[in-house]
């Protein structure tokens, strides 16, 4: 099946620093996701991104489906972006998610 | 709008003892979705269903059992639970039809003792 690599597994900021969070598969998908995973467990969807650019506020991502692989940035992190971050693709037309292992992300104050 | 709705949010089992989570959707979803997630771990895909009526199992369907009668419900049933099913279990739902993302609900953890 297919595999997906998140990397760093773990990053540890200080407020204000910026960071790129990378996701490799190993295959062609037909979605993409990040999410966040809170410290209360809650998972927020933070992009639909199966190719192309977004921006939401301080955070963007990249997914170039040719080359297989999708990066997360986080600028000017605060303690409130700490927890763990997925990326989830699917391949087929159930859309199943698979799921990275996640970057455990801590930001300092 | 409430999305996808997880019941009980907590629950503590014996060995040997079964129940049903609940996960119900109102977005008129035809694809939903059972994960577990294990400490530390990313989220592995239990059973899933692409509409009611059809269901169909994931990576790690041993111990579980699902049904899909309705568009809008897709119960998971666990039967003789195991210390090794002591885990958070999210239900998802998605439309199925391209560009659209999936949907977790808050989660349910289970601890068997």
């Known amino acids: 099946g297919i595999q997906v690599e998140q990397s760093p597994p773990d990053l540890i900021l200080q407020e204000g620093a910026n960071s790129t969070l990378r996701c490799n598969f190993s295959d062609s998908v037909n979605n993409l996701q990040w999410f966040h995973q809170n410290p209360w467990g809650q998972l927020i969807n933070l992009f639909y991104i199966p190719s192309g650019t977004k921006q939401n506020g301080r955070l963007s991502a990249t997914t170039v489906a040719t080359e297989r692989y999708s990066l997360l940035y986080i600028s000017s992190s605060q303690t409130t972006d700490s927890g763990v971050y997925f990326c989830?693709?699917?391949?087929?037309?159930?859309?199943?998610?698979?799921f990275g292992s996640g970057t455990r992300l801590l930001v300092r104050p | 709008n409430a999305g996808v709705t997880q019941t009980p949010k907590f629950r503590i089992l014996k060995i040997g003892q079964s129940m049903t989570l609940q996960c119900t959707q109102d977005?008129?979803?035809?694809?939903m979705y059972w994960y577990r997630q294990d400490p530390g771990m990313g989220l592995k895909l239990i059973y899933y269903?692409?509409?009611?009526?059809?269901?169909d199992k994931g990576e790690v369907p041993n111990g579980y059992n699902v049904s899909r009668s309705t568009t809008e419900d897709f119960p998971l049933r666990l039967e003789l639970a195991a210390p090794s099913q002591t885990s958070v279990y999210f239900c998802a739902s998605t439309s199925g039809t391209p560009s659209t993302e999936a949907f977790f609900g808050q989660g349910t953890r289970l601890t068997v003792v």
């Open positions: 977005m008129n979803h035809n694809y």
């Open positions: 989830a693709v699917a391949m087929d037309s159930s859309y199943k998610l698979i």
């Open positions: 269903s692409v509409g009611a009526g059809i269901t």
